[in-house]
Structures are given as C-alpha cells and as structure tokens.
C-alpha cells in the first residue's frame, strides 16, 4: 500500500508559478510510477504528466507541455510538479497518483493510488 498526499496548490495571478508536492509513504517509492492529474468544475478528469520509476520517462499533456515540469525525489519519497507561466485554463483540483509499476502511463485507470487532491486557481 501506498499513501500519497498533495500539497502546494494555492491562489495565483496568470504568468505565477507553483510548486506542487506528492508525499507518499508506505512501500518503497521508487518502485512505482507516479503522474498528476487535473479536474477542472465541471469536466472529466485528465491526464497532466507522470514519471518513471526513475525518472527517466516523462510524459505531458500538450497542454502543459514547455511550461510545467514533473520531477521526484526517491530519496524523500517525495514527487514534484512545477507548473510555471500558469493561466487561467490551468485552474483545477491536481491529484497525485501512484501506481504498481515503473511505466509512466497516462491512463488513471492504470494507477492504483490517489491523494485527496489541492486546489490551484489561476486568477486573470
């Protein structure tokens, strides 16, 4: 089993940046992938990035592709989401999951575990 809880989100003017965190605790980290994910008020939840087991694979959105960057740390158990020239469109709840394996998958249904979410709002 694998806990993994979210932090970082926050209130931010268009062009701002944020840091998001991904704390997981349980089994070893760094034997599963992990991705972030995205559900705007009123739409389906989508795919963001996600990263391998060692980080060699990094998947994005073309949404977010060129302005946000996923990144880990196994040695804190730790996953990161930059998300630089953020705009308006970027606002949702961003979830964190991790999954039993060392792929990066853009499929949600291919991760086994999720955090509770945090809220980023992109303010014009």
């Known amino acids: 089993q694998v806990q993994v809880v979210e932090s970082g989100g926050g209130l931010v003017q268009a062009g701002g940046s944020l840091r998001l965190s991904c704390a997981a605790s349980g089994r070893t980290f760094s034997s599963y992938a992990m991705a972030w994910f995205r559900q705007a008020p009123g739409k389906e939840r989508e795919f963001v990035a996600a990263?391998?087991?060692?980080?060699?694979?990094?998947p994005y959105a073309d949404s977010v592709k060129g302005r946000f960057t996923i990144s880990r740390d196994n040695a804190k158990n730790t996953g990161y989401l930059q998300m630089n020239s953020l705009k308006p469109e970027d606002t949702a709840i961003y979830y964190c999951?991790?999954?039993?394996?060392?792929?990066?998958?853009?499929?949600?249904?291919?991760?086994?575990?999720w955090g509770q979410g945090t809220q980023v709002t992109v303010s014009s």
């Open positions: 999951a991790a999954r039993t394996g060392t792929v990066a998958s853009r499929l949600a249904e291919n991760y086994d575990y």
């Open positions: 990263i391998s087991w060692s980080g060699g694979s990094t």
